[in-house]
């Protein structure tokens, strides 16, 4: 560890101002000067609060573009197949609360900035599935209604803190429970349709590293159960994803079978001639009685 120390403290004592600044503000003078000056990595404190502050930042940058692949893959298929507008109806109504909620209780943004970012892409998501289901006029009306929760919950004169406390534990509940809808959607198609794994899976592990953080930085217990539930239910979209990795969906079993023939029966024409005779292949002239003239 000394070795360690000495050849590590020229670079940890020297770095740019801008990075030491964005260091201390991230972790504290106290932590900073531990371990980053010090070098000293048996502090167990300062330790945690590293991991957990770089585990928040981890997943504030990769919710920028974590639901960019659901996105991408929607507007190619011009589908909304296996995703269900419930379901992130209801997360997108839970992210809002739980983005007030944090805000106006001034936690650290590292431990919730996703909700933002997330929301976003929802958004987005929420109007494409409305579209591509043949519901436009619905998008229309999702987006005023969005817009008048934002001004509600962020202005304490039409919600008081107290309000938003119960509200945001009513958003735990949605929040878990909004992956219901989406895994009952699977289940019923036989399949994930556009559902991208990559947001499955990113889902998953940011949930994970949510109960992390929580834990390390923010004493809520309303906030650490709505992730410990989310985490559960994503679990359960992660192992629906595996299960129907290459399975078709249900309406594409559907049109499997309407391409395919009905069973011939005893002197029907065959499928091998009907599909002959589709395919425009001229078939051989059998012997004629007709007299030439």
């Not at 101002?17 to 932590?31: A, M, Q, T, V």
């Not at 209604?145 to 119960?166: C, E, I, P, Q």
């Not at 192992?239 to 594409?252: C, D, E, T």
Request: net charge positive; aromatic share 8%.
């Amino acid at each position: 560890m000394d070795a360690l120390r000495t050849a590590l403290q020229p670079i940890t004592h020297n770095l740019p101002g801008p990075i030491r600044d964005f260091g201390e503000s991230l972790i504290g003078n106290k932590c900073y000067k531990s371990l980053v000056l010090d070098v000293d990595l048996e502090n167990a404190e300062c330790l945690k609060l590293a991991v957990s502050k770089a585990l928040g930042v981890g997943i504030v940058g990769a919710s920028a573009v974590v639901k960019v692949p659901q996105i991408i893959k929607l507007v190619r298929s011009q589908s909304a197949s296996g995703v269900s507008f419930l379901s992130y109806a209801l997360e997108t109504s839970s992210l809002l609360t739980s983005l007030a909620y944090n805000f106006r209780n001034q936690n650290p943004f590292s431990t919730y900035g996703e909700s933002a970012l997330i929301m976003g892409q929802n958004v987005i998501i929420t109007m494409l599935v409305l579209n591509y289901s043949g519901q436009p006029g619905l998008a229309a009306v999702f987006v005023a209604l969005l817009a008048v929760g934002v001004y509600s919950l962020f202005d304490s004169k039409v919600v008081n803190m107290d309000t938003l406390s119960y509200l945001q534990a009513g958003a735990g509940v949605v929040g878990a429970a909004s992956k219901l809808p989406q895994i009952l959607t699977i289940w019923q198609e036989g399949g994930t349709g556009q559902l991208s794994a990559f947001a499955v899976f990113n889902y998953l592990a940011g949930s994970l590293s949510r109960i992390f953080t929580t834990l390390q930085e923010v004493d809520d217990k309303l906030i650490l159960y709505g992730f410990i539930g989310g985490f559960a239910l994503n679990l359960v979209l992660a192992l629906q994803m595996v299960y129907y990795w290459n399975a078709p969906s249900a309406k594409a079993k559907g049109k499997r079978k309407e391409k395919l023939p009905a069973p011939t029966e005893k002197g029907a024409p065959s499928y091998a001639a009907v599909a002959a005779s589709s395919s425009g292949t001229p078939s051989k002239k059998g012997p004629t009685t007709r007299r030439r003239g």
